[in-house]
């Protein structure tokens, strides 16, 4: 499978959000990016259902919910509804985060689990095949626009081999820092799905950049 794009809606510009997302919606692009953030699990707050609710107004495309917030579980339905295809948890803070990848399943969407750069990577092993997505946080969690971890390169390669051994059908997501500096050396390493803010939305003509991005090879 070729990579997708997936541009984070955090970096689109708000007093004109349905331009962005129409622009998505027609660019090479196969998913939306879209962080929840609660000012309590992350040091900073984002958005949430009325934005995700109008975010779907305007695109068929595959909606990535990224949820960065305490206590997940309660609201897996609510995103569902208001629109998201998937939805990805932390693995952090969740103590039974086996039961909500199969409460997000339940509702109909794909399931992801998130971990921050400081998780070790074999925590996947014993639940890889309730994991749709494995989103590999190349930066810590909180803001668009910081610089990449050198390091998580060899987590998305330790991932990769997880995978491979296991069987499983679960693909790899990486978020934060990634652009046409290092994107290659990313997909080379394994990564199906990128995740890009600022180095989409910081650019004269977004949807070229992400044009760019989807056709390194
Ligand atoms: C960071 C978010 C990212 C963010 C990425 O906590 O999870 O999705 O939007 O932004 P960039 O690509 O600018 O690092
Ligand atoms: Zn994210």
């Known amino acids: 499978m070729s990579h997708i794009i997936a541009p984070s809606v955090l970096s689109a510009d708000f007093s004109n959000l349905e331009k962005d997302i129409k622009m998505l919606d027609k660019s090479q692009a196969e998913w939306i990016h879209f962080d929840v953030m609660d000012g309590v699990f992350v040091p900073n707050i984002s958005f949430g259902f009325p934005i995700l609710k109008a975010t779907r107004k305007h695109t068929s495309k595959f909606i990535d919910v990224h949820l960065m917030m305490v206590n997940p579980e309660k609201y897996i339905e609510q995103f569902k509804n ?5 939805i990805s948890v932390h693995y952090e803070g969740n103590i039974h985060i086996l039961s909500i990848l199969n409460q997000i399943r339940a509702c109909g969407a794909k399931a992801g689990l998130v971990l921050n750069p400081a998780t070790p990577i074999s925590v996947i092993k014993d639940i890889i095949h309730s994991i ?10 909180g803001f668009g626009g910081q610089k990449f971890i050198p390091n998580t390169i060899n987590r998305i390669k330790e991932a990769k081999e997880i995978i ?3 069987g499983a059908k679960t693909i790899i997501e990486v978020d934060g820092g990634v652009g046409p500096s290092n994107a290659k050396e990313v997909i080379d390493a394994g990564a199906d799905v990128l995740v890009a803010g600022s180095a989409v939305f910081n650019t004269e003509n977004p949807s070229e950049t992400i044009s760019r991005l989807k056709n390194i090879s």
Do not use: E, W
């Not at 208001?82 to 998937?86: I, K, M, N, S, V």
């Not at 749709?132 to 969690?141: K, R």
């Open 132 to 141: 749709d997505t494995l989103l590999i946080m190349s930066v810590n969690p």
């Open 164 to 166: 491979k051994k296991t």
């Open 82 to 86: 208001a629109g998201a295809d998937g």
